[in-house]
């Protein structure tokens, strides 16, 4: 499934360089665009890059700066031998981001394959899952789920715990598409209600289409399992592994609330006298599904202590094909003809079985794997720790987001994370640690420290501006504008520095002067402020070094995430378990593409 490249050594020697690298350029990373005037950016470069960087084209920014693959380079003049090694550096120290099979020259060119013939929908997941499910989520409930079971056979463990499940994407993909046995977390009540509807809707159409046709018939599983619940990062494992064996009472409370499909009334397991039992459920023999029934026989391996030594080995480097790292054998659209069998008995809505729920929370402690899909900020962080202390955690995968909101020690509480809906206990307190960093490796390099503007810098997609560049397209200048706008703002309030202004629709296509008057208008301020014609139309004329600033700092972007991701291999490295860092998604169309994989090792 996954194979080696770098050693443990070199993975903290990379750490060192990319330690290094970074703070040398911190006035880069640290700087905000929109401040671009306001604290002069562009002095800050040395002068031989400003004579470079003012000559440049937008298509010439993108070949030559951020396109490592670009080949056939034509440069108009002589470069700095320090801007071609800065360039160089970001290039070499960053975790490739293209996945193996995606050819290179077709980066961030095109939607992937699978929507070529419908750019809403992919040809390779079945119609049941691209309900509800934008073109990116399709895309990533498809790979990742393809990954979750692979490992899941791997590590002969049927149980996974989808955290931060939202609106149940994945997790119907995983429970009715993969026969898994699925529990989601979500803190939001509302997404939970609407995961729980969706289910409903999808087993609707099971059954319509079993009417169609009965030989049909799905993988064998457990329906998913919804729970409300808010992942503390401050609290031990004992206390997540307790918050999942709650989730019985959360799912009854919740399906008395909502959940219903409008072309059938699903029976609530709130209702006075009624019980849900396995045969009720309508599941497929286990003929439909040849692996589950070894399963079934065979059960889950035990549990070992996470101090274990891992089977796989920790590289950057993805293996040599998509096939060998996610199985593609199979073709996932013929899921959507895989249908549940009706004996015209009304079916249950996926989470209202106490019944189904208790023995779900028994196979738990037989061992389940952890899956988190853009999991923000601490999250992440958090069920990785989850992962090396719960015995019952056998595999992990995880896709990080949302890096700005990764708490450290010199930003404890970054805006945007959420609060704890509990007070806090000295259970809390005692297990508190910070998302970044998590090894103690990273965290004694000097200059390992990561702003939070570096890190929210992070979670930008260089592929998607580079191809803007390419066609020079005239949404680039919005940068420019907001810059300039940050003038006027500071001009009239000092005091008022980084205002968020809200989207302004279609804003590269409006004259400055709209531009103005909609953003001054959003922060409260007069919309008619004087402007100074000749000041902002000097400004304006800058755009392209506002363009070539705003391209440094993205080079860095991917390099403070190889950073960020480094430390969590290694903080896993120095627990005695080894993982892997996959490419998994198109970069282009989800940005956020790199998969951590671990599993622990077996008796």
């Not at 980066?107 to 750019?119: D, L, R, S, T, Y």
């Not at 000097?446 to 979670?459: D, F, I, N, T, V």
């Not at 291999?569 to 120095?574: A, D, H, P, T, V």
Request: proline residues 6%; aromatic residues 6%.
């Amino acid at each position: 499934m996954l194979s080696p490249t770098l050693t443990d050594q070199q993975q903290r020697e990379l750490a060192r360089n990319l330690t290094y690298f970074l703070s040398q350029y911190k006035h880069i990373s640290d700087s905000y665009i929109i401040e671009f005037f306001c604290e002069n950016l562009w002095a800050t470069l040395p002068i031989g890059w400003q004579e470079t960087l003012d000559k440049l084209s937008p298509p010439q920014i993108a070949d030559l700066l951020l396109d490592k693959n670009c080949v056939n380079k034509n440069y108009p003049s002589v470069w700095p031998l320090s801007l071609l090694a800065f360039r160089a550096c970001a290039h070499t120290l960053i975790f490739p981001r293209i996945p193996p099979d995606q050819r290179v020259q077709h980066v961030g060119v095109m939607k992937p394959e699978e929507f070529h013939a419908n750019h809403s929908q992919s040809s390779l997941l079945g119609h049941i899952f691209r309900k509800h499910v934008k073109p990116k989520k399709q895309h990533e409930i498809r790979m990742l789920g393809m990954m979750v079971k692979k490992l899941c056979d791997l590590t002969s463990c049927n149980n996974v715990i989808d955290v931060g499940s939202g609106q149940g994407h994945l997790t119907r993909f995983l429970s009715f598409g993969m026969g898994l046995s699925v529990t989601a977390i979500e803190a939001d009540p509302h997404l939970v209600t609407m995961a729980s509807k969706f289910d409903g809707q999808l087993r609707a159409t099971l059954e319509k289409e079993t009417r169609k046709n009965a030989s049909t018939s799905a993988p064998s599983g457990l329906p998913p399992c919804h729970v409300v619940g808010w992942v503390n990062p401050k609290a031990s494992w004992e206390a997540f592994f307790e918050q999942l064996n709650k989730r019985v009472s959360e799912s009854e409370r919740l399906t008395s609330s909502g959940g219903t499909c409008k072309k059938r009334q699903w029976i609530s397991m709130s209702t006075p006298g009624q019980r849900l039992t396995c045969e009720d459920l309508s599941l497929c023999p286990s003929e439909c599904n040849p692996s589950s029934s070894a399963k079934s026989e065979h059960g889950l391996l035990q549990h070992k202590k996470a101090n274990c030594t891992d089977p796989l080995s920790t590289a950057s480097q993805p293996p040599q094909s998509a096939e060998a790292a996610i199985d593609l054998q199979s073709n996932v659209a013929v899921l959507s003809q895989c249908l549940c069998k009706c004996e015209k008995r009304p079916y249950h809505c996926c989470n209202t079985g106490s019944d189904l729920c208790s023995e779900k929370r028994g196979h738990l402690e037989q061992g389940f794997i952890l899956t988190g899909l853009h999991a923000c900020g601490d999250l992440s962080a958090t069920l990785l720790r989850h992962f090396v202390s719960c015995p019952y955690v056998q595999g992990i995968t995880s896709v990080a987001c949302c890096y700005m909101k990764i708490t450290t020690k010199e930003s404890p509480n970054p805006p945007g994370i959420i609060a704890s809906p509990c007070q806090s206990n000295t259970e809390e307190t005692r297990h508190c640690q910070f998302g970044y960093p998590m090894s103690d490796w990273v965290g004694g390099l000097p200059g390992h420290e990561l702003s939070y503007k570096a890190r929210e810098g992070a979670c930008h997609a260089m592929e998607n501006y580079l191809e803007r560049l390419r066609e020079e397209n005239e949404q680039v200048k919005t940068h420019c504008y907001r810059a300039v706008l940050e003038t006027i703002i500071r001009a009239e309030r000092p005091d008022l520095r980084r205002a968020g202004v809200q989207t302004i629709k279609k804003a590269h296509s409006l004259p400055f002067s709209e531009y103005a008057r909609l953003g001054l208008s959003r922060l409260g301020l007069p919309a008619d402020l004087p402007l100074d014609d000749r000041a902002v139309e000097d400004m304006l004329k800058q755009q392209g070094r506002v363009v070539a600033f705003y391209s440094l700092s993205l080079l860095l972007a991917p390099v403070v995430e190889t950073l960020v991701l480094l430390d969590r291999i290694i903080f896993l490295q120095e627990k005695g378990l080894k993982s892997q860092l996959v490419p998994l998604f198109d970069p282009a169309f989800s940005p956020r593409n790199l998969v951590l994989v671990a599993v622990k090792s077996f008796i």
